[in-house]
């Protein structure tokens, strides 16, 4: 149980710190070297492999070669089930999720810049959950995370439970998104492992239109941009400016959309005490035939609009003896 | 909570019944430490219950002994052998694994509610709930309304601030100023279901194969403090009318059970019975500022006039079971969500009621999570997959 905050220089070196404190909290460093224009970092603890990557200007890495794939500042990672050796190509460590149609692996990612970091938060909650809340500039979080879910029942199949998550795609690494952790998008940024029904052995996906596995998977929470994404007006509330393929009939909360929208995200923080709640991510799978199964929920990171109703991003909240440091979005359990 | 199984001879005897079972004390849910895992059950006070926390104690893997904090020492059990004493009754059954010495059980038992008013001949209830930790003075109320030519035989419902003994039911202080929620029943015999804690009372009522659900006391499970919302009391039914609209006619079948419009649903799926007004839902809660607010989850709304639930308001209906066939359970919270945050609020949950998927589902089913089990209940005459709830059964 493990928490650690502080200021970075820019992504190597948040990466390298990034490694030092996991040692520190007992994950084995496989491999922490330099890469290209960046750095590489593969760590593991039990079943949990993790592969990140600092990219300094340059593109993904992974084996995905198409038109977006523009040199960036920021992350990439994916988590799988082993650890090849240092001359494995960064890509190539095996169980990672695949792009959709094809066998090669696939991840998260995300854009920051090429300055400073003015703030990292780096939180363990003592299973294995790993949450990352990194300010990209003043007051603007994107966030890495890996782990296994809460599950809902036993889920199926090896390493069921596992997930990993960045803020953007892969394929959209470029597209610098403002949203909260673990929320539906257009863009794949949240992978889990589990088998459903026909679809076993493989990673499903939040957001099925960039960057997106063979299966999608959904989240209690709406993507809400605040404005427009290549056509996308998340400010109507027409059903058809939804994201493609949202589900519609599961227990969820919107994450802005339009003020008519009655949605629970809108209402969260009381205004008789500006108490803010939080709330869980619940994750879903979509059924082979149709609905959906509630795949379980992420520990200790919670969705809560806090920050910009009476709180500041970093704030820590106390709640009894437990203490929730704020971010625009979520909240996240600190447990050291 | 505890709780009772039974059957009504109608539904004059049913509140005669709910009557009694109010009388007596009352637990929360039992807290188990200890290795064994098997569980308590029928746990009921009496008329003599007093606020205590009942403690017992595993001596061997079938023999224990029980003790309230107040009442001191009350004897001894064995596994599989109804318990009883004067203030409390219970039954320990074992699990899969055994008990071991020094498990221990700890339930807190709340003192019997109190009946403020009993009219006989037309069976209007009054009641004062003490609350879980005997330092409330919560008021509900019963009042039973039939037309025999029509078939319809109903229970009105109240909740109040206080009590005026002088006061007819609907004038008492702080009542709902409308016509409220109703429950609709029968004059036949009704199985039932009750639930009770120190703060609320629960009931599904089957009333051919239509099941009727109630509500009566505060919200169990508030997100503000007592000092914020100290009293958030929930009146909730299966029927209502809006007053800003029309009213049946008393011979109208729409006071039956076998209603099956927009204004006959179980109060944690409420429906807008008119579209826009909060005296036409079957879900009322008093809010902070002491308006009646009524709480729906259909779509026919947006205009502030009512609240909301969740999860069925944002669609429940194809929420499935767990991929490994176990159900998932998810709690009910009414909010408000009102324009550009302005007046937003989210209340808090229910408590002990969740919303369960559909699928493979029925009335009456029990789904068992651990220790707990919980009754299945489908809202009045619905049976699609996002119209079940849960209710928890210790």
Redesign the interface.
């Known amino acids: 149980m493990a928490y650690e905050t502080g200021s970075s220089s820019g992504v190597v070196d948040l990466l390298q710190k990034l490694a030092t404190w996991l040692a520190t909290n007992g994950w084995t460093i496989n491999y922490s070297g330099s890469h290209g224009n960046g750095w590489r970092l593969h760590v593991s603890s039990g079943a949990m492999h993790v592969h990140l990557k600092a990219c300094v200007n340059e593109g993904a890495p992974f084996n995905l070669n198409h038109s977006r794939d523009i040199p960036f500042y920021g992350f990439c990672l994916y988590a799988g089930s082993g650890w090849s050796g240092s001359s494995a190509e960064w890509y190539a460590h095996p169980g990672g999720p695949a792009a959709k149609g094809t066998s090669t692996t696939c991840g998260a990612a995300v854009r920051m810049t090429s300055g400073a970091i003015p703030s990292y938060h780096f939180f363990d909650d003592g299973d294995g959950n790993i949450f990352i809340a990194m300010e990209r500039s003043a007051g603007s979080f994107r966030w890495m995370s890996w782990g296994f879910l809460s599950s809902a029942g036993v889920l199926p199949g090896t390493n069921a439970g596992q997930y990993f998550s960045g803020s953007e795609s892969w394929y959209y690494q470029n597209l610098s998104l403002d949203e909260p952790p673990f929320s539906v998008s257009w863009d794949a940024k949240v992978f889990i492992r589990a088998d459903v029904d026909s679809y076993t052995g493989k990673w499903l996906c939040l957001g099925d239109f960039y960057g997106e596995t063979d299966r999608a998977a959904y989240s209690s929470v709406t993507n809400d941009t605040g404005g427009n994404i290549a056509g996308w007006n998340f400010n109507s509330n027409a059903a058809a400016d939804y994201l493609p393929g949202e589900p519609s009939g599961i227990a969820r909360y919107y994450h802005g959309c339009h003020p008519d929208n009655l949605y629970f995200q809108k209402a969260q923080t009381s205004v008789q005490s500006l108490r803010p709640g939080f709330l869980p991510f619940h994750l879903w799978a979509a059924r082979d035939s149709s609905g959906y199964s509630l795949l379980g929920t992420v520990p200790s990171v919670y969705y809560s609009n806090a920050v910009g109703n009476g709180y500041a991003a970093g704030e820590i909240l106390q709640i009894e003896s437990d203490s929730y440091v704020l971010f625009p979005h979520c909240a996240v359990k600190k447990v050291a | 909570m505890s709780y009772e199984i039974g059957i009504a001879a109608d539904y004059l005897d049913l509140a005669d019944k709910m009557d009694a079972f109010l009388l007596k004390g009352h637990t929360l849910q039992p807290v188990y430490t200890g290795s064994g895992d098997g569980r308590i059950d029928g746990l009921i006070g009496t008329a003599a219950s007093v606020q205590e926390v009942i403690t017992v104690v595993f001596s061997s893997t079938t023999e224990f002994t029980v003790a309230g904090s107040v009442t001191g020492s009350m004897g001894t059990g064995t596994v599989g052998t109804a318990f009883s004493h004067e203030k409390v009754s219970f039954t320990i059954s074992a699990g899969s694994t055994p008990w071991a010495v020094g498990d221990a059980i700890a339930v807190v038992l709340t003192p019997p509610w109190s009946r403020m008013r009993l009219v006989s001949d037309r069976h209007e209830y009054i009641w004062k709930a003490p609350g879980n930790s005997n330092a409330d003075e919560i008021y509900v109320g019963i009042h039973t309304d039939y037309n025999a030519s029509a078939d319809w035989y109903d229970w009105q419902l109240n909740g109040f601030v206080g009590y005026s003994a002088g006061a007819a039911f609907g004038g008492q202080p702080g009542a709902i100023p409308d016509l409220g929620p109703r429950v609709c029943l029968w004059a036949q015999a009704i199985p039932y279901w009750f639930f009770a804690s120190g703060r609320r009372v629960i009931m599904v009522a089957k009333v051919s194969t239509v099941y009727e659900t109630m509500y009566l006391g505060l919200l169990d499970c508030p ?3 007592p000092g ?2 100290p009293y958030p009391l929930v009146v909730g039914g299966t029927l209502a009318f809006s007053q800003a609209t029309t009213v049946p006619g008393s011979a109208d079948a729409a006071w039956r059970w076998s209603n099956t419009g927009t204004n006959h649903a179980a109060f944690w799926r409420a429906r807008s019975t008119y579209g826009t007004y909060s005296d036409g839902i079957q879900w009322r809660m008093r809010r ?1 500022d002491g308006v009646w607010r009524g709480f729906a989850c259909d779509q026919a709304d ?1 205009t502030a006039r009512m609240g ?1 639930i ?2 069925y ?14 159900y ?1 359970l ?1 709690p009910i ?1 009414p ?12 209340y808090g949950e229910v408590g002990s009621m969740m ?1 369960v998927p559909g ?1 493979a589902n029925a009335s009456e089913n029990t789904v068992t999570i651990g220790r707990e089990n919980w009754l299945v209940v489908q809202d009045t005459f619905r049976t699609g ?2 119209c079940y709830c849960a209710i928890r059964m210790d």
């Open positions: 997100y503000m403090s914020e919302y902070i947006s909301q969740w999860p308001y944002n669609g429940f209906q194809n929420t499935r079971k767990n991929l490994d066939g176990t998932p998810f919270i909010y408000d969500g009102l324009v550009d945050n302005a007046g937003c609020n989210v919303a699928e997959y996002g």
